[in-house]
């Protein structure tokens, strides 16, 4: 899960994690509150969406008078902010952020990952602040240095302190930056984050080293334990279809092709996207409808996949084990019933109760293209796809 920076930057305060002072406003008058209360005479207004790229793309000013906040407020708020990282389609922005101007020196790069490689944390940090940390690796590899955590002892301060070194931190500025390294890899561990970046860390003429920025992405799976986190997720900057998935627990990522899948496990999930490839066919989401789903969650899977306007045909392969292909041939029926199905729909049953199954799905009286095997249930559903767009 994902949180806008003003969250993570509120995190990082009760951390002790060195942040710039800010104020979230949700209007252009509040913005202007915000400076006023902020004080000073520079301020920035920066867009609160999930995404990378928001000052190339409009989202941030930096302002040096209210009446430029005000002007910045009314841009960013209410716009649909489009970078790479969103696609053509883009976020809506409902708030700012406005923050204390920073006097900046230089601008750095940090950030914690979990290396899989060596099941290990790894704290990156650069010189190279600003740029696309993606970037960075592809052409300047030698930029970004690294410090493995060892899981039993964390991150020591010798670590922290080495990375400092190499930054080319001097003076006061070094003990601050262990601090802060200190601070944030105990934010990672306390609240079960996958990701965190800072994309500028800032070091001020005054010695101070800030998070300018601040992303953080939360593991899903470990949400349950941090109530407080999970209460600040954002609907609107999410995709809706995987917004009503997640309401039926089912796993759902939307893709850009047109052939919907409906699939029982992770990995039969992953192989039916891939056969579908092979045959020259484009997926068009990962859905794992889990191993206790029922005619109500199909029902409610078959309404999302429907709901993209992108597809052209469902595929569903379903291996049952824990999960009967009689309860899912009867939610087939159900869903084809109710959702008003006007593509081609190809199912492909094998496992407990699969007689039954296909013998339910036949005497439905649907439109409904059986396959027995999923080489053959691809085929069947690209060729489908080709033959009802080529009419």
Partial sequence: MNIHEYQAKEIFRKYGVAVPRGIVA?????????????GGKVWVVKAQAHTGGRGKAGGVFVCKTEAEVKT???????????????GPSGLPVHSVLV?????????????IILDRATSQLVMMASTEGGMEIEEV????????????????????????????????????????AVKFMMALYQVYVDTDVSIIEINPLV????????????????????????????????ESQEDAKEVEAHKYNLNYIALDGNIAC????????????????????EPANFLDVGGGATEETVTAAFRIL????????????????????DVIARGIVAAAKNVE????????????????????????GLPITPADGLADAAKKIVGAVRQQSAA
């Fill in 72 to 86: 910045a407020a009314e841009k960013i708020i209410g716009m649909t902010l489009v970078t790479k990282q969103t």
């Fill in 341 to 364: 199905l006007n593509v081609p729909l190809v199912v492909r049953l094998e496992g407990t109760n699969v007689d039954a199954g296909k013998k339910i799905l036949a005497e439905s």
């Fill in 262 to 281: 409906m699939v029982n496990g992770a990995g039969l999930a992953m192989a039916t996207m891939d056969i579908i490839k092979h045959f020259g066919g």
């Fill in 26 to 38: 949700k209007t252009a008058d509040e913005a202007v509150k915000a400076a006023k209360e902020l």
């Fill in 203 to 234: 070091v001020t003429k005054e010695n101070e080293v800030l998070a300018l920025d601040a992303k953080i992405n939360f593991d899903g799976n470990a949400l349950f334990r941090h109530k407080d986190i999970a209460a600040m997720q954002d």
């Fill in 137 to 176: 690796a592809e052409h300047t590899p030698e930029k970004i240095l690294k410090e493995q955590i060892n899981p039993v002892v964390g991150l020591m301060p010798f670590q922290a302190r080495n990375l400092a070194f190499k930054l080319g931190l001097e003076g006061d500025q070094v003990g601050k």
């Fill in 99 to 111: 923050e204390e101007g920073s006097n900046i020196a230089r601008e750095l790069y940090l950030g």
């Fill in 306 to 325: 429907l709901s993209d306007e992108q597809v052209k045909g469902i595929l569903v392969n379903i291996f049952g084990g824990i999960m009967k292909c």
